[in-house]
């Protein structure tokens, strides 16, 4: 992400002045977090059920169960330390379940756990740039109704750190980006020649960028119905509709409903 086209102010202060009390007030910051969590713990478990079922692979079955009993104890953690505790080993036995998920025999998309800061795989430079392109979108989700990008309650402040949209996009990991790199992958969209080695990483080159970028407004355009609405609505447009839900709750405080699929 280069950049973005914004207004100077926000539109709404009062909900920043919502947003920063909630931020403050200990207890309600760690019952958002749950939400952010449980939502997250709950979509991988079923990005997890629905492979078990696809390939017969009673270990991704088990690994649902497990991230399903810590989703349970993630309902009752009562600081934010043990809750990022929780979501931790929850997302390492997901990404432990990882290569029952592809479907390719090339060496080039073998994978075996999640590095960043660079990728050290292919499939971890598909991840990463899925979660960058997610996270562009949530942040704009946050300026259009008028949150605070950077002030979060999951993700902990600190400067040049969207928190706010890091918290909303953890429901969407499991359901968007992740569905984007598994249906290249699976689906032989993306080839060898499409990721390069270079400083101590692997990156996308343009030609993967390029059937990323399609495969991911694929995923956008696709249908959806959030819990709380009545009708279906496509992924970008549920960006938002999390975000303006985030905002009512902290304004009139009114339970937050975390984003989940079945």
């Known amino acids: 992400l280069k950049g973005r086209l914004g207004s100077s102010s926000s539109h709404r202060p009062k909900l920043r002045m919502a ?37 017969s692979a009673p270990a991704l079955s088990e690994s649902a169960d497990t ?17 990022r505790g929780m979501e931790g080993q929850a997302t390492r036995v997901y990404y432990e379940a990882w290569p029952l998920f592809i479907n390719r025999s090339d060496p080039t998309f073998s994978f075996s756990e999640r590095t960043r800061r660079p990728p050290e795989d292919a499939v971890n430079a598909l991840l990463s740039f899925g979660y960058t392109l ?15 990008p950077s002030l979060g309650f999951l993700h902990t402040l600190r ?29 032989c969209r993306i080839a060898p020649d ?12 343009r030609s993967g960028r390029e059937a ?9 355009q696709t249908t959806v119905t959030p819990p709380g609405l ?26 937050y409903v975390p984003f989940t699929i079945r």
């Open 19 to 55: 947003q920063y009390r909630a931020h403050d007030a200990t207890g309600e910051r760690v019952l958002l977090a749950r939400a952010f969590i449980r939502a997250k713990l709950s979509n991988m478990q079923t990005m997890l059920r629905r492979y078990a079922r696809r390939r």
């Open 67 to 83: 991230v399903s009993d810590l989703k349970r104890r993630a309902a009752h953690a009562e600081d934010l330390d043990g809750l």
């Open 134 to 148: 997610l996270l562009g979108d949530m942040q704009v989700a946050c300026a259009t109704v008028g949150l605070d």
């Open 159 to 187: 400067r040049g750190c969207p928190s706010c949209a890091l918290d909303l996009v953890e429901a969407f990991r499991p359901t968007v980006a992740d569905s984007v790199v598994l249906r290249l992958l699976n689906e």
């Open 194 to 205: 499409d990721v390069k080695s270079r400083d101590e990483g692997v990156f996308l080159t």
């Open 212 to 220: 990323f970028y399609a495969a991911y407004e694929e995923r956008r």
């Open 230 to 255: 009545g009708s279906p609505i496509a992924y970008h447009r549920a960006f938002e509709a999390q975000a303006r839900m985030l905002a009512r709750s902290l304004t009139s405080g009114a339970d």
